[in-house]
């Protein structure tokens, strides 16, 4: 089953999906995310539950492809971080 939702609190060791029906605490998830050409494909497990606003997902294992884009983008939020509190 294929759900779109918004990530968001992305990290090195996982991140946060907004959805209105998240899946239970425990649950083995694929979380693919797309950002222009780079992709990030990660097996994952929720960890948080949060009824009609989402849920915790820990990435259990990264694509060895994907570590780079995760890298980059984490990079471009503390570049942005840091000009906007300059």
């Known amino acids: 089953m294929r759900i779109a939702s918004r990530v968001s609190e992305l990290s090195?060791?996982?991140?946060?999906?907004?959805?209105?029906n998240p899946f239970p605490t425990g649950t083995m998830v694929l979380v693919?995310?797309?950002?222009?050409?780079?992709?990030?494909?990660?097996?994952?497990?929720?960890?948080?539950?949060a009824a009609e606003y989402g849920g915790g997902s820990g990435f259990l294992e990264v694509a060895?492809?994907?570590?780079?884009?995760?890298?980059?983008?984490?990079d471009e939020a503390e570049k942005e971080h840091k000009r906007q509190s300059d």
């Open 12 to 20: 090195r060791f996982g991140c946060y999906l907004d959805m209105m």
């Open 32 to 49: 693919e995310d797309c950002r222009g050409r780079r992709v990030l494909r990660s097996q994952s497990e929720d960890r948080l539950f």
């Open 64 to 74: 060895p492809a994907s570590q780079e884009a995760l890298g980059r983008w984490l």
